[in-house]
């Protein structure tokens, strides 16, 4: 079956650096991934999309790869900061004709300290 | 914000009653679902919508039922609640274009009791 893993432990960073986080996928072909930011009794916020021909995606602080033969994406936040502390999911999503549904990792918690 | 509202936002029921949870959107999305969210288990689709009375089931539909009769709302029911249906509830809508950006309401946490 389909498998979608991220970094299970919680991550904690020093305000500054940059924190890096693994979405691991088995049995699939995403044909594109995204991420998402989810905050206490929020519901999650879109950040990126990554095609499957695309290697790296960036926007202002956020960059995320996309490597279809080790299956895996990592988002990275350079310079974090206390407020990019969140929950954060990885989304790889089917290819098209399957109405659209995106399967959930169960993502990974980000700690920035001052 | 996409300007998706979810009512209640939160409720206490018991055990062997019917409730229905309401999501509303402004956005005339195409796409909507229904997910829960449960520690260990993360984000599960329950039920989705692809147009006005197109409904299929998610992976975990079994005890819900759903209804879409306009574009705007999307109804989640639970037809006789059971303690394992306390959890926290999104809805999401998406565009329906190439790649699938979803909005989420703020969610509706729910105890059945």
């Known amino acids: 079956s389909q498998k979608i893993e991220q970094n299970s432990e919680a991550l904690n960073i020093q305000e500054g650096k940059t924190a890096t986080l693994t979405c691991n996928y088995t049995n699939y072909s995403p044909a594109y991934l995204q991420w998402y930011r989810q905050d206490p009794g929020r519901g999650p916020v879109f950040l990126l999309l990554?095609?499957?021909n695309e290697k790296e995606k960036r926007k202002e602080r956020l960059k995320v790869t996309f490597d279809t033969t080790l299956k895996q994406s990592l988002f990275h936040i350079t310079a974090s900061q206390p407020a990019d502390s969140a929950t954060y999911l990885c989304?790889?999503?089917?290819?098209?004709?399957?109405?659209?549904?995106?399967?959930w990792g169960l993502g990974t918690s980000l700690a920035v300290n001052p | 914000d996409a300007g998706i509202t979810q009512s209640p936002r939160h409720k206490v029921t018991e055990t062997g009653t019917p409730v229905t949870l309401r999501c509303h959107q402004t956005e005339n999305h195409r796409y909507m679902y229904w997910y829960r969210q449960d520690p260990g288990h993360g984000l599960r689709l329950i039920h989705y919508s692809y147009g006005v009375k197109d409904t299929d089931k998610g992976e975990v539909s079994d005890g819900y039922s759903v209804s879409r009769s306009k574009t705007e709302d999307f109804l989640l029911t639970l037809e006789s609640a059971t303690s394992s249906q306390t959890s926290v509830y999104f809805c999401a809508t998406a565009r329906g274009e190439s790649y699938n950006e979803q909005f989420f309401g703020p969610g509706t946490r729910l105890t059945v009791l």
């Open positions: 989304a790889p999503a089917p290819r098209a004709g399957n109405n659209r549904k995106l399967i």
């Open positions: 990554i095609r499957e």
